[in-house]
């Protein structure tokens, strides 16, 4: 039995708060902002048509409390929970108590974000539904001969990895069987050594990914894609700058990627907003599954500016029980979208966290234009949460148009009263490599080392 | 001889273990170096290590573990050397 949302709980902060509030708003349906005591002057409680405090600031005794957000529930007479990104958005046991308390849980099921959140099986599920995963020996290897034999359909170069592994130990390079035969034993004894158990697998390894990723939104029968993001630009695995489409990507490349995730998102029978990740080889152009993000992410609006889909809005209506009410082809791509990620974070001083409070405060405006914020002028950062501040996105006609207005909003910005990664945008904006989008995961990195040691911060 | 205080120069959360399973990592009354840590301080999910930044004998903590901290508060005291 599907019931209607009457009353929604926000169970998150930040700028995603916001952005939920405002589409909850868009379709009539009050809200009640969940905060922690540290977040009572926040955007999101100014804005909720109530504010109900979970806790202290800390975020395990307020955001990440199971029991306040229940007894939120029952307080506000809220009948549905949106979980925003990070926090409790992938907790399957938070999700299934939700659902206990006969709420709606605005996302997947339980199963599905458990059955997602495990590797092994997130990669069993997804070859069953013929989406390609990272090739790699189909278990532990003890010697050089069955290791050769397994190296045939795993493809060079490689990584011996230690099953027992993690943190980078036990991992060696082999670009050819000479190399694999010379470094297999030696993986072996490192692996003996490091972990008690020398038992070791292969592992292709792509020198070059780039992070490539599907949006997709099912409603338990039927999927559709919002076509990819581009997300290679990453300083610790964390996203700076993303895009939407790829720029890596031809339209044969592109219907193939993203008819792979409507795959697996139906044999999921999947509900509401999700990504999947995908590492894509530059050299080769093949692409591999690597994990489903069971929820809404931090980069979602550049797939909403190339579709004209508000993703949000699309999540609440589809927990309310409507059906998806879109089929692939009423879905265009339109011309090219960035998003440019505001931390507060120093990059003179290698991103150290600088909360502070919001003195100067002038967003950027103008023809495809869009900030996704929580904060105002006089607003508090507090330094107990996530560093992200705004994003700034972009949409043109094409690329070009694009990153040219993606140059005038940095300009046009003014934040002061902290530290931010504003003007490290503005430089980036200036490499042609990024204007030729020749970069894969590692770019960013590099480029940050060399700055570094150029002096020119 | 005047006392002194260990203070942060960061705002966040302040915790005495590397993780909630370990030991603290000073008790009151130790003895300390300028640079033995005596606890952690979060800022937005970063975190950096609290030293005591003088010889001495460490006195009480004035704030509790995963307590909310200001910038400047003092977080010990310490009987210098």
Redesign the interface.
């Known amino acids: 039995m599907t019931q209607a949302i009457r009353k929604l709980l926000v169970a998150n902060r930040g700028e995603i708060a916001v952005r939920i509030i405002h589409a909850a708003k868009a379709l009539g349906i009050p809200t009640v902002a969940a905060c922690s005591e ?1 977040d009572i002057d926040s955007q999101a409680a100014r804005l909720a048509d109530e504010v109900h405090i979970l806790g ?3 975020a395990d005794k307020s955001y990440l409390n199971v029991e306040a957000l229940l007894g939120a529930l029952q307080v506000t007479g809220a009948n549905a929970v949106h979980p925003g990104y990070g926090f409790l958005s992938e907790n399957a046991d938070f999700a299934e108590a939700v659902l206990a308390a006969g709420a709606i849980f605005v996302g997947p099921s339980p199963q599905t974000i458990r059955r997602m959140g495990d590797k092994a099986e997130a990669r069993r599920t997804a070859q069953e539904a013929g989406v390609p995963v990272v090739p790699g020996s189909p278990g532990e290897l003890f010697d050089v001969d069955s290791a050769l034999e397994a190296a045939e359909s795993v493809g060079y170069p490689l990584l011996i990895k230690a099953s027992a592994g993690g943190g980078g130990r036990g991992i060696r390079l082999a670009e050819n069987a000479q190399q694999l035969s010379e470094e297999f034993p030696r993986s072996q004894r490192e692996a003996q050594a490091a972990f008690g158990n020398g038992a070791v697998y292969l592992e292709r390894f792509i020198s070059k990914a780039r992070h490539i990723e599907v949006q997709v939104l099912g409603d338990g029968k039927n999927a559709v894609h919002l076509f990819e993001r581009e997300c290679s630009l990453q300083r610790r695995r964390q996203k700076i700058f993303e895009e939407a489409p790829s720029p890596a990507l031809n339209q044969q490349q592109r219907e193939t990627l993203c008819a792979s995730a409507v795959r697996l998102t139906e044999a999921l029978g999947y509900t509401g907003a999700g990504t999947l990740e995908y590492l894509y080889d530059d050299v080769t152009g093949e692409f591999f599954f690597i994990e489903m993000n069971t929820r809404i992410q931090v980069e979602h609006p550049v797939s909403e500016l190339i579709t004209g889909i508000d993703l949000v809005q699309a999540m609440l209506r589809i927990a309310g029980g409507e059906p998806l009410g879109l089929r692939q082809s009423d879905i265009q791509l339109n011309g090219a979208a960035l998003q440019m990620r505001l931390n ?2 120093d990059p003179s001083r290698d991103f ?2 600088s ?1 502070g409070q919001v003195d100067t405060l002038i967003w950027p405006q103008g023809e495809g234009v869009r900030v996704d914020s929580h904060l105002y002028q006089g607003y508090r950062v507090p ?5 992200l501040l705004a994003k700034l996105i972009v949409h043109g006609s094409d690329r070009a148009q694009a990153l040219a207005r993606a140059r005038l909003a940095v300009e046009q910005t003014t934040l002061t009263g902290m530290a931010s990664t504003l003007s490290l945008h503005g430089e980036l904006l200036q490499q042609p490599w990024l204007h030729s989008a020749d970069f894969h995961t590692g770019t960013l990195e590099t480029w940050l080392a060399e700055r570094r040691s150029g002096g020119n911060a | 001889m005047a006392e002194h205080t260990v203070i942060t120069p ?4 302040f915790y005495r273990k590397a993780t909630p399973d370990s030991a603290v990592y000073v008790e009151e009354g130790a003895q300390v170096s300028a640079d033995t840590v005596i606890g952690l301080i ?5 975190f950096s290590e609290l030293t005591a930044g003088a010889a001495g004998r460490l006195g009480a903590f004035l704030v509790e573990d ?1 307590d ?1 901290v200001e910038p400047g508060q003092v977080i010990a005291t310490l009987d210098p050397a």
Do not use: H, I, N, W
């Not at chain 1, 330094?383 to 560093?387: G, T």
């Open positions: 540290a202290p600031s800390r507060a974070e150290f966290p909360p330094p107990y949460y996530d560093s | 960061l705002p966040g959360t979060e800022v937005m999910k970063q995963g909310p």
